[in-house]
C-alpha cells in the first residue's frame, strides 16, 4: 500500500512541561505519545502522526490545529495527567489533582478543529475524560474519594494488569461491535471519571462492578463522530481473555475511510 493511500491519523500530545529542575531538557517543553498507542493506530497500516501544539513560549510560523485537521483523516485523543477540574468549572478537591489545563486546552482546541472539518474523534482514557469535558460534561476528580464503595479503577503496582468487567449496552452501536457479548473484561487505569454526561452522548457501557461510565459516543445524527472508551485497548495483550482491541480501531477508521471519501482528501 503506497502513503498516498494510506490513512493519516493525528495524534494529540502528552506534555513534559519545562522544569528547571530536570537533568535532561533542563527548562525545556518537551511534547511526545506514548508507544504503544502509535502502534496500535500503525496496526492495521494507517500513519500514525503526533500533532503538537502550535502555541507556547517559543511559537515560530503560522501553523494551527486547523491545518492538521484539513490534512488528517482523524484523531485519537489519548492518556497521560488529569483534566484539570478548572476545565469544567471546579476547583481543585486536592492539589495533587489539578491535573493539566495547557493541555486540556490544547486539546479542546484540537477536538475543535477536527469537528469542524468533520473528521472523526476516538478518546482513549483521558481521551474519553477530556471529550466529555470539551463537550459540556463533567467528572469526578478522585474516585476513591468521591465514591468510596467504588471498584479500585488504578492500582499502581499492577498498572494494566488490573481487570474487571464492563457491561455493554443493549441496542447501543458498541453491542453491534461485539455481537453476542453483554459483559467483557477491561484493563483499567485510571482514578477520575465521568460524573456528568456531557449532552448530545449516550452511555455505551459501563463498569460491572459499581456503574462508572466505561464507553460514549455521540447520539447526534448527521454529526461526525465521536466515541471514546475509559479503558485503554492499545495494552491489550495478545491471548488475553479481555476484549479484543481490534473492532474498535476498526470501527475507527471506517469513520475516518467514509470521510476521507466523502471529501476526496488526498
Same mark, same amino acid.
Given at each position: ?13 502528552? !506534555? ?97 478543529? !477536527? ?6 474523534? !476516538? ?41 474487571? *468487567? ?75 481473555? *479481555? ?19 466523502? *471529501?476526496?482528501?488526498?
Amino acid at each position: 500500500m503506497s502513503s498516498h493511500s494510506r490513512l493519516k491519523i493525528g495524534i494529540s500530545a502528552c !506534555f513534559m512541561h519545562a522544569d528547571p529542575t530536570r537533568a535532561l531538557f533542563t527548562g525545556k517543553t518537551l511534547q511526545y505519545v506514548e508507544q504503544s498507542i502509535a502502534h496500535w493506530v500503525m496496526s492495521t497500516g494507517a500513519l500514525a502522526v503526533m500533532i503538537p501544539s502550535p502555541s507556547g513560549a517559543t511559537q515560530r510560523g503560522d501553523v494551527t490545529l486547523d491545518h492538521y485537521a484539513h490534512w488528517l483523516d482523524g484523531l485519537v485523543l489519548h492518556g497521560g495527567a488529569d483534566v484539570s477540574p478548572l476545565s469544567y468549572g471546579e476547583q481543585p478537591l486536592e492539589a495533587r489533582w489539578c491535573g493539566d489545563k495547557i493541555r486540556d486546552e490544547y486539546e479542546i482546541d484540537l477536538v475543535a478543529a !477536527f469537528e469542524r472539518h468533520g473528521k472523526p474523534v !476516538f478518546g482513549v482514557c483521558r481521551g474519553l475524560q477530556l471529550m466529555n469535558v470539551a463537550y459540556g460534561g463533567t467528572l469526578y476528580q478522585d474516585i476513591a474519594t468521591q465514591l468510596p464503595q467504588a471498584l479500585q479503577h488504578r492500582d499502581a503496582t499492577v498498572y494494566d494488569r488490573n481487570f474487571h *468487567t464492563v457491561d455493554i449496552e443493549p441496542g447501543s452501536h458498541l453491542q453491534s461491535l461485539y455481537p453476542g457479548h453483554s459483559r467483557v473484561k477491561v484493563n483499567s487505569i485510571h482514578h477520575q471519571a465521568i460524573k456528568q454526561l456531557a449532552p448530545g452522548f449516550v452511555v455505551e457501557a459501563t463498569s460491572g462492578e459499581d456503574g462508572l461510565v466505561e464507553a460514549i459516543r455521540r447520539s447526534e445524527p448527521g454529526r461526525s463522530y465521536l466515541a471514546a472508551v475509559q479503558w485503554h485497548p492499545e495494552f491489550h495483550q495478545s491471548g488475553a481473555d *479481555t476484549i479484543d482491541d481490534a473492532a474498535l480501531l476498526d470501527d475507527f477508521l471506517n469513520a475516518a475511510r467514509a470521510t476521507k471519501r466523502e *471529501t476526496n482528501t488526498p
